[in-house]
């Protein structure tokens, strides 16, 4: 089991920038990759980024790339998103997640409660 929470969501205005972290506990951190992800009022849940246990590879929705960094710190069992010129529409409750070789099979078997972001313009 993985157990993982969020935080670092707020209210910031649009061309802001965010950094949202994860917390994971349970199983032993570098077994699992790790994503965040996000849903909007109305909206399916959408990727966001994702990272691979190692910290080695990343990759980005095309809504982010270019202005959000994934990263993992493995001594502190945490993963971090940052975001930069953010948008109304990055508005949503961001939640990270975790699972085996979710980097490639993109399926995550745990998630975190969720942080809600909210982007004023």
């Known amino acids: 089991q993985v157990q993982l929470v969020e935080s670092g969501g707020g209210l910031v205005q649009a061309g802001g920038s965010l950094r949202l972290s994860c917390a994971a506990s349970g199983r032993p951190f570098t077994s699992y990759d790790m994503g965040w992800f996000r849903q909007a009022p109305g909206k399916e849940r959408e990727f966001v980024a994702a990272?691979?246990?190692?910290?080695?590879?990343?990759y980005y929705a095309d809504s982010v790339k270019g202005r959000s960094t994934i990263s993992r710190d493995n001594a502190k069992n945490t993963v971090s998103l940052r975001m930069d010129s953010l948008k109304p529409e990055d508005t949503a409750v961001y939640y990270c997640a975790a699972g085996d070789n979710s980097y490639y099979t993109r399926k995550y078997d745990y998630w975190g409660q969720g942080t809600q972001v909210t982007v004023s313009s």
């Open positions: 990272i691979t246990w190692s910290g080695d590879s990343t």
